[in-house]
């Protein structure tokens, strides 16, 4: 369900916003700038109604993951997570850090889901959101824990997790200290993946 009469020149102010900060930005700061600079196309809710600030946040996705679709084929890539949005330049290599979520793609596409959340729903949300940025900040830590990279798959992470396990597994042998840092760092990225479903 795309054909959603949303206010016209709103796609066209975030894109510009996201394309003039080539650093990208967060969800919050991005709300701050349309605020800032295009006021009547997207106007600030009232940030102490869940319900109404998810309003607010699903409609600003559902543009985002549009603008992600509409330049799929071009030669830049629009990367969307909660810490950073992000225009990424897909030929000088930058697409690789790109981990698109499909399952969230269509529930912000599918503009019906706006109207099937009430207020219990959108707080057992939030509480998932939570949850998930605290995986995304304690990703980067995890990975290097385990000797992995930025772009290691859950995958890799479970190879990784096994060998340094059972290398380091007190009952072999192993450091107790050591093996309960691998084992809260896989736990972390476990968690984090759960969250991405």
Known sequence: MRDVNLPPGLMEAVDTLLTEAPAGMSE???????????????????LGDPLLL????????????????????????????????QWLDVT????K????NPSLA????????????????VEQLLQGFWRRLLGEEQAPDALATLGLGPYASFSDVKTRYRQLANAHHPDKGGDAVEFGRIQQAYDTLKDQQK???
């Open 28 to 46: 919050y700061e991005l709300i701050q700038a349309l605020d800032r600079h295009y006021p009547a196309l997207f106007p600030k809710p009232n």
């Open 54 to 85: 998810f309003q607010h946040h699903f409609v600003l996705m559902h543009l985002l993951y549009r603008l992600q679709q509409d330049n799929h084929q071009l030669s830049r890539r629009l990367s969307i997570s909660p810490l950073r949005i």
């Open 92 to 95: 000088g290599g930058q697409g």
């Open 97 to 100: 850090a790109i981990n698109p």
């Open 106 to 121: 269509a529930y912000y596409l599918d503009f019906s889901n706006l109207t099937k959340e009430d207020g219990h729903s």
């Open 195 to 197: 969250y991405r479903k």
